[in-house]
């Protein structure tokens, strides 16, 4: 006989159940309602963006710019002498 199958014949049937059985199956579940949950907060954010574009800021978490950035450049000119 294997030892698996050893291990599998002595161990009591309320301890696969319980011990073994009935958390995986909870946290599987869990894990269900979780990816579920964030699914629909995505959809809701997804129905309130007008365009294709602001997704993708969002998505990158970049703030958005309601300004104009004016650079000034100073150029430094060198004399002919020099």
Same mark, same amino acid.
């Given at each position: 006989?294997s030892? $698996?199958? /050893?291990? #599998?014949?002595?161990v009591?049937?309320w301890? @696969?159940?319980?011990?073994v059985?009935?958390?995986v199956? !909870? $946290?599987? /579940?869990l #894990?269900?309602?979780?990816l579920?949950?964030? @699914?629909?907060e995505?959809e809701?954010?997804?129905?309130? !963006?007008?365009?294709?574009?602001?997704?993708?800021?969002?998505?990158?978490f970049?703030?958005?710019?309601?300004?104009?950035h004016?650079?000034?450049?100073?150029?430094l000119?060198?004399?002919?002498?020099?």
């Open positions: 006989m030892s $698996l199958a /050893l291990f #599998l014949k002595n009591p049937a301890f @696969l159940c319980g011990g059985f009935l958390p199956a !909870v $946290l599987l /579940l #894990l269900i309602i979780h579920s949950w964030k @699914l629909q995505v809701v954010e997804l129905s309130r !963006v007008r365009d294709p574009r602001d997704t993708m800021e969002r998505l990158t970049r703030p958005t710019h309601t300004h104009i004016h650079h000034t450049h100073t150029h000119h060198r004399s002919a002498e020099t």
